[in-house]
């Protein structure tokens, strides 16, 4: 039977489980396309959604990281679930494709690192995700690259389109990750901004618009009224 936890110590425990099973998978599924989890609880059973670009080997190796996982969840004071039962008889593991990779920044960010781990120009690496979610439907993207270069550390930053920074809609409309890349030469810092574009349906982007956008309906046409004219009256 689950130990009974106030609802401050409750709400540390579901963070605390949320983030050692979003560092285990980033570590584990990275070469999958892992772009995020949502853990969803439920009356019977706990449902873990893995979010990747390639789901074919997620749930082969969903079963190591619950491994790993148990191990860092048990060794947690602040546990959440049963200590009787295993973590998997707990869970239910989904898995769910990402429908346009292009808008994703783990997803970006993650293919980025691997193009600078294998050897290519950053400049030339940077422009061609730059121009990679541009084509695919974003309304902004800002990349931002920081190495050490001899004695002081050297910043680059590439932009395309609109990009907000603040306020609630940011919150809504711009998705970011931040991923670090280990060379010879030292530890290389990578940062990807997508703002996504408004969709009335809510599939590809925030359904909420803008505060700023006005929108112009085409005028609706004029019905013709035909004027009568009363009949002259002779006055005698």
């Known amino acids: 039977m689950a130990t009974q936890m106030s609802k401050k110590r409750k709400f540390v425990a579901d963070g605390v489980f949320f983030a050692e099973l979003n560092e285990v998978l980033t570590r584990e599924l990275a070469e999958d396309g892992y772009s995020g989890v949502e853990v969803r609880v439920t ?5 873990i959604i893995i979010r990747a670009t390639r789901t074919q080997n997620v749930l082969g190796i969903s079963n190591v990281c619950f491994t790993l996982l ?3 969840i048990y060794t947690n004071a602040l546990c959440c679930f049963e200590i009787g ?10 898995r769910e494709k990402v429908n346009n990779r292009g ?15 294998g050897g290519l120009a950053v400049r030339r690496a940077c422009y061609g995700v730059l121009r990679f979610v541009m084509e695919n439907g974003a309304k902004g993207c800002d990349r931002k690259w920081k190495a050490p270069c001899s004695v002081c550390y050297k910043s680059m930053k590439f932009k395309d389109g609109y990009m907000i920074s ?7 409309y711009i998705d ?9 030469q030292g530890v290389l810092g990578i940062k990807v901004k997508i703002m996504l574009d408004w969709d009335p ?29 009363a009949p002259a009256i002779e006055v005698a």
């Open 43 to 47: 009356p019977m059973r706990t449902e």
């Open 70 to 72: 148990e191990f860092r």
């Open 85 to 94: 039962k295993t973590i998997r008889e707990q869970c239910g593991t989904l």
């Open 103 to 117: 808008l994703c920044a783990i997803a970006q960010a993650e293919s980025l690192r691997y193009k600078l781990l």
């Open 166 to 172: 603040s306020g609630q809609p940011m919150k809504e």
């Open 176 to 184: 970011a990750a931040v991923r670090h890349v280990l060379l010879r």
């Open 201 to 229: 349906k809510g599939k590809v982007g925030p359904m909420t618009p803008l505060p700023d956008v006005v929108t112009i309906h085409p005028p609706k046409e004029e019905e013709y009224i035909p004027q009568t004219v």
